[in-house]
């Protein structure tokens, strides 16, 4: 994303929310392509609710009449909202960052890129390096 799109996700906010998030909505689409009344009975109305049918006074149970959608249609309408969620997503990230760049902002210097000495009480470096095997030294000192 960085190289190419010239953004950078400090936090691994795509990595954690975006990329789980498209993944379980095309899920969601399959899942709703593949479900039948044989394999669900009734149950199948409770998870997607305009597929039950208009007149529902055949059925068990207190379910609501639905829109009787094919398995498709409840498919594409999961997908439709997929899509909807990534342009609200990707006009408000644009926007914010658009916004970001007005010189009012006070962008940060060079310098003070990726630290947090100016916003928060960061404790001072003990002078602890991670080796490979994982152990904490002091200066180089094992520490086990």
């Known amino acids: 994303m960085g190289h190419k799109l010239k953004i950078h996700d400090t936090c691994g906010v795509n990595n954690l929310h975006g990329m789980p998030a498209i993944l379980a909505a095309i899920v969601s689409a399959v899942a709703a392509a593949l479900a039948t009344h044989e ?9 997607f609710p ?17 829109e009787d959608w094919t398995a498709g249609k409840q498919a594409g309408h999961q997908l439709a909202a997929l899509m909807v969620t990534l342009l609200i997503a990707v006009v ?7 916004f970001l760049k007005i010189p009012l902002c006070d962008p940060p210097r060079d310098n003070q890129m990726f630290d947090d000495d100016d916003y928060w009480d960061v404790p ?18 094992s520490r086990m």
């Open 39 to 47: 394999q669900y009975g009734d149950g199948l109305y409770g998870g």
């Open 50 to 66: 305009m597929r039950a049918p208009t007149n529902t006074s055949h059925l068990e149970g207190d379910i609501s009449p639905g």
């Open 92 to 98: 408000g990230g644009s926007l914010t960052g658009l």
């Open 124 to 141: 001072e470096d003990e002078g602890y390096l991670l080796t490979t095997q994982g152990n904490a030294s002091k200066n180089g000192e």
